[in-house]
């Protein structure tokens, strides 16, 4: 079963865009959830961060808060996504 990756996003933010482009240009599949127009979505995300910002990255699991590479790229070459 390949790893799920969900992006927690708005429209409007900038740090998502980043987010979505990054996983584009390494060419990794994910489900985008936009949690102004899904309100269960952005439940999730705060069930899973603890937190009320976006972007929320869930990578297999692994959760990650805002537009950190460094962390995204770890958990990406950690479920052998990259």
């Known amino acids: 079963m390949a790893t799920e990756v969900i992006i927690y ?7 998502c865009k980043m987010a979505k482009n990054y996983m584009k240009q390494l060419g990794v599949q ?7 127009q899904d309100p269960a ?6 069930q899973k961060s603890g937190q009320m910002g976006v972007p ?7 959760i990650i808060v805002g537009f950190d590479k460094p962390a995204i790229d770890h958990a ?7």
Not at 9 to 15: A, D, L, R, V
Not at 30 to 36: A, I, R
């Open 41 to 46: 979505a952005g439940n999730e995300a705060v």
């Open 9 to 15: 996003s708005t429209t409007w933010c900038g740090f």
């Open 30 to 36: 994910f489900q985008e959830k936009d949690v102004e």
């Open 56 to 62: 929320v990255i869930d990578i297999g699991g692994t």
């Open 76 to 82: 990406l070459t950690a479920h052998a996504l990259i």
